[in-house]
T-cell receptor, first 106, second 113 residues
């Protein structure tokens, strides 16, 4: 069945760039999504990328898609302490990765 | 501001009780979903619905049922609560078609004692 894999933890310093990686298996996915979950809250849609795109930029966020390798990444530029959260990769909306906890230290 | 509202933020129930978790969305979304979230396991899909009175099993439907009598409301039912159902439950909704992503509720933290 479909599967989405992410690394579980990433720690960076404030001001650095963060890169969160994800691999997926369903090659028919039309859209791929990144969600953010702050402590005690539900998931919030951050951004998404259409499968025929290689890159999408939205302010500090850059999504890169390598469809051949089924690899998706989320880059956060100038990471702030408020970016500390769990980030989920999802394909087609039904299958989520286990989430990457991003910890940003001052 | 559009939203998905889950009726309870925290809930404590006894083993064997019948438990209802309610979710309401005000966006006229066709699709609604129930997930549970556990440490180290991420989000796991319990049930989803693409239309009123329609339901589909997700990855872990055992011990749960759902009801969707109206478009805006999707209820998750634990027929006889057990301690292994202690979890964070998340409801989500979406429009038909992949592009819109999901809108999530804030979650219900259920503890079964």
């Amino acid at each position: 069945g479909e599967d989405v894999e992410q690394s579980l933890f990433l720690s960076v310093r404030e001001g650095d760039s963060s890169v969160i990686n994800c691999t997926y298996t369903d090659s028919s996915s039309t859209y791929l999504y990144w969600y953010k979950q702050e402590p005690g809250a539900g998931l919030q849609l951050l951004t998404y990328i259409f499968s025929n795109m290689d890159m999408k930029q939205d302010q500090r966020l850059t999504v890169l898609l390598n469809k051949k390798d089924k690899h998706l990444s989320l880059r956060i530029a100038d990471t702030q302490t408020g970016d500390s959260a769990i980030y989920f990769c999802a394909e087609r909306g039904l299958t989520f990765g286990k989430g990457t906890m991003l910890l940003v230290s001052p | 501001d559009v939203k998905v509202t889950q009726s309870s933020r925290y809930l404590v129930k006894r083993t064997g009780e019948k438990v209802f978790l309610e979710c309401v969305q005000d966006m006229d979304h066709e699709n609604m979903f129930w997930y549970r979230q556990d440490p180290g396991l991420g989000l796991r899909l319990i049930y989803f619905s693409y239309d009123v009175k329609m339901k589909e099993k997700g990855d872990i439907p055992e011990g749960y049922s759902v009801s969707r009598e109206k478009k805006e409301r999707f209820s998750l039912i634990l027929e006889s609560a057990s301690t292994n159902q202690t979890s964070m439950y998340l409801c989500a909704s979406s429009l038909t078609g992949d592009s819109y992503g999901y809108t999530f509720g804030s979650g219900t933290r259920l503890t079964v004692v």
